[in-house]
């Protein structure tokens, strides 16, 4: 058996290489942010530059949209990360909020073309799973009951 000295001292190895693995993690999804950011302008610039100069079609702003979407979600993504650094402990609603960002990328750039309206169900099923989570989650830290309208609970 190990000493309870020995198990501590291991602990603090993981905690320590968990620390740097997150460190990591931070760093390169913010470089990968940045240049995802740059991306988005250059496509930005190609678009708006293309002739008819200024003038950019609806399927050119749904990927702009998509493109734009992604990068919010790798924004949710570095803040539950730091989030989890910061405080040791991975927030739900931070999680729900980057699964309801990624599925609504899929809702705005949907192609009707290419995929079923059942898939849209399911897509619609999916937004409200998560939206319905997400208000129960962020209501029971309010610690208000879901029947009060209006009042404070203790």
Do not use: C
Request: proline share 2%; no cysteine; hydrophobic share 60%.
């Amino acid at each position: 058996m190990l000493g309870a000295k020995t198990v501590m001292k291991i602990s603090v190895v993981f905690k320590w290489f968990e620390t740097i693995l997150l460190v990591g993690i931070l760093l390169g999804l913010s470089i990968t942010l940045l240049l995802a950011f740059v991306d988005i302008a250059y496509v930005i610039y190609k678009k708006i530059m293309a002739p008819p100069v200024f003038v950019v079609d609806a399927r050119g702003l749904m990927e702009l949209f998509s493109l734009i979407l992604i990068l919010l979600i790798g924004l949710e993504l570095i803040e539950t990360v730091k989030t989890y650094l910061e405080e040791g402990a991975v927030h739900v609603e931070l999680v729900l909020l980057v699964a309801i960002i990624a599925i609504a990328r899929k809702v705005v750039v949907w192609d009707f073309d290419k995929h079923s309206h059942t898939e849209l169900y399911s897509l619609a099923v999916m937004v409200l799973a998560l939206a319905i989570s997400y208000f129960l989650v962020k209501h029971s830290m309010l610690k208000v009951p879901l029947w009060s309208r209006g009042t404070q609970g203790d």
